[in-house]
């Protein structure tokens, strides 16, 4: 009686089927620093919560990280080999998480993005402050036929409770992403309340893990059982970036 109770509690995170923002790619950023704690991660991910396709995003930040699409590439394209044949059955992507600044705005007009699925691209902006040019940024990218989405939305924290900032974002056509362990308080209580918020409101599009290392993967098993979740559960549309 007890068992099933718990699995029927339990949320089966399979559904998200896909997860389009980590930090995977080992040496490369501030995530993974080796292949053996990128297999760590993939393991749980895989094994355990069965995803079936995984698409790496490290990011790419002038004075950060200084990574470019082609070492990148290079770099996934050597590891892939080894994923492939220690996970047959999944598929892997590469992309980047793009920080909005001034070297980002002239890759755009080189058109030298790292896309997934077609057009989208993954974007990020500053956390502390509000860049004004962002929204100016994110108009560019739709009229010149890039599908933007905007990672973490909860986490930028001088939108806290502007409901309508994020409601005008995606009446221009930007998609927000949920990191899900924003609801698990990895960020603080004020970004897991504010991210609780603009689920129940359905303006999430699209929600990823943005795990950076080994230690996170418990943050999984918890969110197994957030109410919050599974209750926002179907408005959540990873699929989108798995159809052709
Ligand atoms: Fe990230």
């Not at 094994?47 to 990280?65: A, D, E, R, W």
Request: contains cysteine.
């Amino acid at each position: 009686m007890g068992l099933w109770f718990q699995k029927k509690t339990e949320l089966d995170l399979s559904q998200l089927v896909i997860d389009c923002h980590n930090h995977i790619l080992y040496g490369v950023d501030d995530g993974c620093q080796t292949e053996e704690e990128s297999y760590i991660v993939l393991d749980y991910m895989i094994h355990t919560l069965n995803y079936q396709t995984i698409v790496f995003s490290p990011h790419i930040m002038k004075n950060g990280f200084d990574n470019t699409s082609d070492d990148l590439k290079t770099h996934f394209e050597q590891w892939l080999p080894r994923l492939e044949s220690r996970y047959p059955r999944i598929a892997f992507g590469l992309w980047a998480e793009y920080f909005m600044d001034e070297n980002f705005q002239s890759l755009s007009k080189q058109k030298n993005l790292l896309t997934w699925h077609k057009n989208h691209i993954l974007v990020e902006t500053a956390m502390n402050y509000e860049d004004m040019n962002c929204q100016h940024l994110l108009y560019d990218l739709l009229m010149s036929g890039y599908q933007p989405i905007l990672a973490h939305p909860e986490r930028y924290t001088y939108w806290n409770k502007q409901l309508d900032t994020l409601e005008h974002l995606k009446e221009m056509g930007v998609k927000l992403q949920l990191n899900l362990f924003s609801l698990e308080g990895l960020y603080g209580n004020s970004v897991k309340k504010w991210a609780e918020e603009i689920l129940s409101n359905n303006l999430y599009d699209i929600a990823a893990s943005d795990i950076h290392n080994s230690r996170q993967v418990d943050f999984f098993s918890t969110l197994k059982k957030n109410s919050k979740l599974s209750q926002y559960f179907d408005t959540i549309q990873n699929s989108i970036l798995c159809s052709k």
